[in-house]
């Protein structure tokens, strides 16, 4: 069983920068992978990227792409969500959760609490 907690989300202003982090406990990070999602008010939850803690192969969505880098620690277990250029339609709530390469936008386990990223204009 993985347990997963995610932090680092803030309020910026457009064109700022946050980096999140999703703190892994439970099982080696090396043998499963993790993506990210984010919820905005009165939408749907959607996915945003993902990496496989074994290959180090990442997957991104097309409105984040060039923006937005996934990555991981493995000695930490942790994964990191670094955001650039954001824009007022990034705000959002972010989660992180296990996947499944090769189909890395489907969520495997439980959500947890987030982390609430606000882009002001």
């Known amino acids: 069983q993985v347990q997963l907690v995610e932090s680092g989300g803030g309020w910026v202003q457009a064109g700022g920068s946050l980096r999140l982090s999703c703190a892994a406990s439970?099982?080696?990070?090396?043998?499963?992978?993790v993506g990210w999602f984010r919820q905005a008010p009165g939408k749907e939850r959607e996915f945003v990227a993902a990496?496989?803690?074994?290959?180090?192969?990442?997957y991104s969505a097309d409105s984040v792409k060039g923006r937005f880098t996934i990555s991981s620690d493995n000695a930490k277990n942790t994964v990191y969500l670094q955001m650039n250029s954001l824009k007022p339609e990034d705000t959002a709530v972010y989660y992180c959760?296990?996947?499944?390469?090769?189909?890395?936008?489907?969520?495997?386990?439980?959500w947890g609490q987030g982390t609430q990223v606000t882009v002001s204009s």
């Open positions: 439970g099982r080696t990070f090396s043998s499963y992978a």
């Open positions: 990496i496989n803690g074994g290959s180090g192969a990442t």
């Open positions: 959760n296990t996947v499944l390469f090769p189909f890395p936008q489907r969520p495997r386990g439980s």
